[in-house]
């Protein structure tokens, strides 16, 4: 069975932002935060994966610290805990070492939403050309509508359309696939330089630098250096 969802789900509206959050970084809680302010009346699920098929190695951190981490993070943003909360449902039905399929999380939150079911999901610009090569990728577009997080990417209307057209050649998609993704931008985005690898380096080689406070919020970076998640472990 799927792992119940934390947060009450009002209209069967509902955002899935998926992620190794190894750790989670100022980037993913603002997105996180822009899309609470801006598409009000939808729930939003923080899905930390318990392995990404995307990536050769597991996370660093445990899946204990990076859903706390992540629980902290959100509070630090100032999201309500009954609009925003974490699903532990990739990290439940792990077994081993195999990989979290989307497709697979998508159908299990449906599930528990029932219908009728308004379900979106965050997918990162840079992935856009690649998801073709996701998991049963024409069922993720019929699962669920994307949000495309631009991640630093130029969001000027010639740099989206660009977008769109690179994703239209990188796959088999219909028309109907092809206006989905052109229909998931919201303008306005929060652009952070942010990234995780760069969080962990640092939490490796100099944890006491000031540049970690520009990349994690202050409870997440108080829990890490607490707890020392990074410092002693290797990217593996």
């Keep these: 069975m799927p792992t119940p969802i934390p947060i009450p789900i009002h209209k069967g509206r509902l955002i899935l932002f998926g992620g190794s959050f190894d750790p989670p970084h100022r980037g993913h809680l603002a997105?996180?935060?822009?899309?609470?302010?801006?598409?009000?009346?939808?729930?939003?699920?923080?899905?930390?994966?318990?392995?990404?098929?995307?990536?050769?190695?597991?996370?660093?951190?445990?899946?204990?610290?990076?859903?706390?981490?992540?629980?902290?993070?959100?509070?630090?943003?100032?999201?309500?805990?009954?609009?925003?909360?974490?699903?532990?449902?990739?990290?439940?039905?792990?077994?081993?070492?195999?990989?979290?399929?989307?497709?697979?999380?998508?159908?299990?939150?449906?599930?528990?939403?029932?219908?009728?079911?308004?379900?979106?999901?965050?997918?990162?610009?840079?992935?856009?050309?690649?998801?073709?090569?996701?998991?049963?990728?024409?069922?993720?577009?019929k699962l669920a509508s994307p949000i495309i997080l631009l991640r630093g990417c130029p969001s000027g209307e010639a740099d989206r359309a660009q977008l769109v057209q690179e994703f239209a050649r990188s796959g088999d998609w219909s028309d109907a696939e092809v206006a989905c993704i052109r229909r998931g931008f919201i303008a306005g985005q929060p652009v952070i330089d942010a990234s995780s690898t760069r969080v962990r380096t640092l939490l490796r080689v100099s944890p006491e630098s000031s540049e970690l406070d520009s990349l994690l919020t202050p409870r997440v970076l108080e829990l890490v250096r607490q707890r020392d998640i990074y410092r002693q472990r290797s990217e593996g």
């Design 31 to 141: 997105f996180a935060a822009f899309l609470h302010r801006n598409m009000p009346g939808y729930g939003l699920l923080m899905v930390p994966a318990a392995r990404s098929p995307h990536k050769p190695a597991g996370p660093v951190a445990s899946a204990h610290d990076r859903v706390e981490m992540l629980r902290l993070g959100l509070e630090d943003v100032g999201l309500p805990a009954d609009a925003a909360g974490v699903w532990t449902d990739e990290i439940d039905r792990a077994e081993g070492t195999d990989p979290s399929y989307w497709v697979d999380t998508l159908a299990r939150a449906r599930s528990l939403i029932g219908e009728p079911c308004d379900l979106r999901f965050v997918i990162g610009a840079d992935q856009l050309t690649a998801l073709a090569r996701w998991h049963d990728p024409h069922r993720i577009l």
